[in-house]
């Protein structure tokens, strides 16, 4: 059974700052990429950021130059440092993460449960 647990979320004013964090737990092999998607309000789900297992990054363009991903292998969590936030990111995020898993030592993709982040003008 695998788990991932995202914490960090919450309430910030315009030009603030948050980490999120997601860390996964259970019978994990490996993890290849890494990443965080939100959702805002009557939008669809778009990915913010991913990293790959070899440290390779990733960004939307509304987030390049103040958000920043980030994992620790040896803990099994991905970050997403989030600068100079704005009203427009207000969504919830989520964590996704691409496993191999045991006993099967099949690769199967893992959802966090997301948290809120909302950022007021």
């Known amino acids: 059974q695998v788990q991932l647990v995202e914490s960090g979320g919450g309430l910030v004013q315009a030009g603030g700052s948050l980490r999120l964090s997601c860390a996964a737990s259970?019978?994990?092999?490996?993890?290849?990429?890494m990443a965080w998607y939100r959702q805002a309000p009557r939008k669809q789900r778009e990915l913010v950021a991913a990293?790959?297992?070899?440290?390779?990054?990733n960004y939307a363009d509304s987030v390049k130059g103040r958000f920043t991903i980030s994992r620790d292998n040896a803990k099994n969590t991905v970050y997403l440092q989030m600068n100079s936030l704005k009203p427009e990111d207000t969504a919830v995020y989520y964590c996704?993460?691409?496993?191999?898993?045991?006993?099967?030592?099949?690769?199967?993709?893992?959802w966090g449960q997301g948290t809120q982040v909302t950022v007021s003008s």
């Open positions: 990293v790959t297992s070899g440290g390779s990054t």
């Open positions: 996704r993460m691409g496993m191999v898993v045991a006993p099967t030592g099949g690769t199967y993709d893992y």
């Open positions: 259970g019978s994990i092999f490996s993890i290849n990429a």
